[in-house]
C-alpha cells in the first residue's frame, strides 16, 4: 500500500499493530479501522463489555485568556459563560453563512481555559479558524497527546480500581486524576452511546496507561470500524458526512446543541457566526433535515445512496450507513425534505438502482446509555 | 481429484465437467470482514465474463463478483442469504455462491493455481 510520505502515527501505533490492528490512512493518520476480532465482535465488545479507543488523532486544543467564554461564543452558538468549571458541551463551529465547519467538545477547566476536542481531519482549519477570530488568547494545540476513549456497559467497573471518584462524574462533566501516578483529565464522555470516559494523557505516560487499561479482562481495543457502527446506532453524526459547511445545525436536526439563551429571545441571543441564518432557520424550519433510517431486509444501505418517494423522485440523500451489529439490521441516516421527515415515513433508497424500502425512525436506534446520575 | 483454479479477484472456480462451482478465496473473506448480505444471480440467468454476477455486502463494503466465465446460472446457495457468515467461515467449500453451466469448454490454464495463486498473494495485505 502507498502512503502518503506525510502520514502520521499516534503515541499508540505499535500497540494497534501488535494487536492485529488493520493499519488504514484515515484524516491524516495511521489508524486501526479493526483488529483480529473484527468489526462485529468488537462493536458487540464495546456494547457488553468495555472498549478501549484510540482517538489521539483528534485535535486537542487549550484556549487561554481574561474573557475567553465571551470570546468563544463568538463561533459556537453555546453558553459558555454559564458553563461551571469541570463541566462540558457539545458545539458547532459555524460558519458566516450559516453551515458548520466542525463539531467538539468544549471542556470548561478554569474560569478563563477551555480544552476543546475537534475532529482530527478538520483540526488545522479549526485552529487557524480559532486563532483568526481569538488574536488576543493563547491558543495552544496539543499536538502529541494522547487521547484515550474507555467505552461500554463495564467501563465503570474499570474505574471503580482506578479511580473511583471517577465514577460519581455525571455525563458530560469531567476532572483532573491519577492513575497509578499518571497524571490524567478524565471526562464522562463518548462517542459510542454507552456509558464512558475519554481519558487525556501526557505522551511520555500514554503507553503506560494503555498497559493499565489493558491489563483489565474486560478491555479490548476498538478500531474505526466499530466507532463508526456503534455512532450510528447512536444516532451521532460524523463531521463530513452527516454534517458539512453546507448543512447548518438546525437542517443537521442537532438544534438542542444550540443553548437558549442563544436563541431568539434568550439572554444572550446571536452573537455567533452565522446567527442571522441559524436563527432564522429555528424560526421557520428548513426544507430539508436529517433522520435515521430502519433499512428493510439485510443489504445495508450506505453513503451517497439517493432516497426516493413513491413516484421514484429523488427527496433526499443517506449520508451514513451500514449495518448495525447491535440491531442486526442495516441501519442509516441521511438528509430528506422536511415533509417526509416524521417517524415512520416510507421511503425507498436505491441501492445500485434497485430500491429499497426504508422507514423514517426515531433516533437513537440503539437506546443512549449515558450516566447522568 | 479436481483442483479449485483462481482469479485475479480472488474467486475461486471448481470445474466438474462442464459446470464451474464459483465462490470467493478466504484472503477476499478476510479483506471483506463479516458479512451481512449475499445477493445471487437468478438461476437461469446468462452471463459473459465480466458481468456483475452477484454482491457480497460486509459490515465495511460491498463488493461485486463478476462472472469469471460465460455461462448460464444453475444454481445458487440459497444457505448464503439465511447464513451469509457462510463465507467468513467457509469461503471455499460450504460458503460456496452459485453453479454456471459453461457456454464453452474451460481452458482452466488461463486460471492460477493453488500454488500460483498463494505466490501471487504474497505482498498483498
Known amino acids: 500500500m502507498a502512503l502518503e510520505p506525510d502520514i502520521r502515527k499516534t503515541i499508540f501505533h505499535d500497540y494497534h499493530v501488535a494487536a492485529g490492528g488493520k493499519m488504514v490512512p484515515f484524516a491524516g493518520y495511521l489508524m486501526p479501522v479493526q483488529y483480529s476480532e473484527g468489526i462485529m465482535q468488537e462493536h458487540l465488545h464495546c456494547r457488553d463489555r468495555v472498549g478501549l479507543f484510540d482517538v489521539s488523532h483528534m485535535g486537542q486544543i487549550i484556549v487561554k485568556g481574561e474573557g475567553a467564554a465571551e470570546a468563544l461564543e463568538k463561533l459556537v452558538p453555546v453558553d459558555l459563560q454559564s458553563l461551571a468549571i469541570n463541566q462540558q458541551t457539545y458545539a458547532t463551529l459555524t460558519s458566516e453563512q450559516g453551515g458548520v465547519l466542525d463539531d467538539l467538545i468544549i471542556t470548561r477547566w478554569t474560569e478563563d481555559t477551555f480544552f476543546l476536542v475537534v475532529n482530527a481531519g478538520c483540526k488545522e482549519q479549526d485552529i487557524a479558524h480559532i486563532r483568526k477570530h481569538l488574536p488576543n488568547f493563547d491558543i495552544t494545540y496539543l499536538a502529541d497527546r494522547g487521547l484515550l476513549a474507555l467505552q461500554g456497559l463495564q467501563a465503570k467497573d474499570v474505574m471503580a480500581e482506578l479511580v473511583p471518584e471517577a465514577n460519581t462524574l455525571v455525563f458530560m462533566n469531567g476532572g483532573h486524576a491519577s492513575i497509578d501516578g499518571i497524571d490524567v483529565y478524565i471526562t464522562r464522555s463518548g462517542y459510542t452511546g454507552e456509558d464512558g470516559f475519554e481519558i487525556s494523557v501526557d505522551p511520555a505516560d500514554a503507553l503506560a496507561l494503555a498497559d493499565i487499561l489493558l491489563a483489565f479482562d474486560s478491555v479490548n481495543w476498538i478500531g474505526l470500524g466499530a466507532r463508526d457502527s456503534l455512532r450510528l446506532e447512536a444516532g451521532l453524526c460524523l463531521y463530513g458526512h452527516d454534517m458539512d459547511q453546507q448543512t447548518s445545525p438546525v437542517e443537521a436536526s442537532i438544534i438542542w446543541s444550540i443553548s437558549k439563551s442563544r436563541r431568539t429571545g434568550g439572554v444572550n441571543q446571536g452573537g455567533f457566526l452565522g446567527a442571522d441564518v441559524i436563527l432564522a432557520q429555528i424560526a421557520s424550519g428548513t426544507a430539508r433535515k436529517r433522520v435515521g433510517f430502519l433499512v428493510d431486509g439485510r443489504a445495508p444501505v450506505r453513503e451517497g445512496a439517493e432516497i426516493v418517494d413513491e413516484a421514484g423522485t429523488v427527496v433526499g440523500a443517506i449520508t451514513s450507513g451500514g449495518f448495525g451489529p447491535t440491531l442486526q439490521a442495516p441501519i442509516a441516516m441521511g438528509y430528506v425534505s422536511t415533509e417526509l421527515s416524521a417517524v415512520g415515513t416510507q421511503l425507498h433508497a436505491l441501492v445500485r438502482g434497485k430500491p429499497r424500502p426504508i422507514t423514517v425512525a426515531k433516533m437513537p436506534l440503539v437506546p443512549q446509555r449515558y450516566f447522568r446520575g | ?125
Open chain 2, 1 to 125: 481429484m479436481n483442483e479449485a483454479v483462481y482469479t485475479e479477484d480472488h474467486e475461486w472456480l471448481m470445474v466438474e465437467g462442464n459446470v464451474a462451482t464459483i465462490g470467493v478465496t478466504e484472503f477476499a473473506q478476510e479483506q471483506l470482514g463479516d458479512v451481512v448480505f449475499v445477493e445471487l444471480p437468478e438461476p437461469g440467468a446468462e452471463l459473459s465474463v465480466g458481468d456483475e454476477a452477484a454482491v457480497i455486502e460486509s459490515v465495511k463494503a460491498a463488493g461485486e463478483i463478476n462472472s469469471p466465465v460465460n455461462g448460464t446460472v444453475l444454481e445458487t446457495n440459497e444457505t448464503l442469504v439465511e447464513s451469509p457468515d457462510l463465507l467468513n467461515s467457509a469461503p471455499q467449500t460450504d460458503g460456496w455462491m452459485f453453479k454456471i453451466s459453461l457456454a464453452d469448454d474451460l481452458d482452466t490454464s488461463a486460471f492460477m493455481t493453488d500454488d500460483e495463486y498463494q505466490k501471487f498473494l504474497v505482498g498483498k495485505d
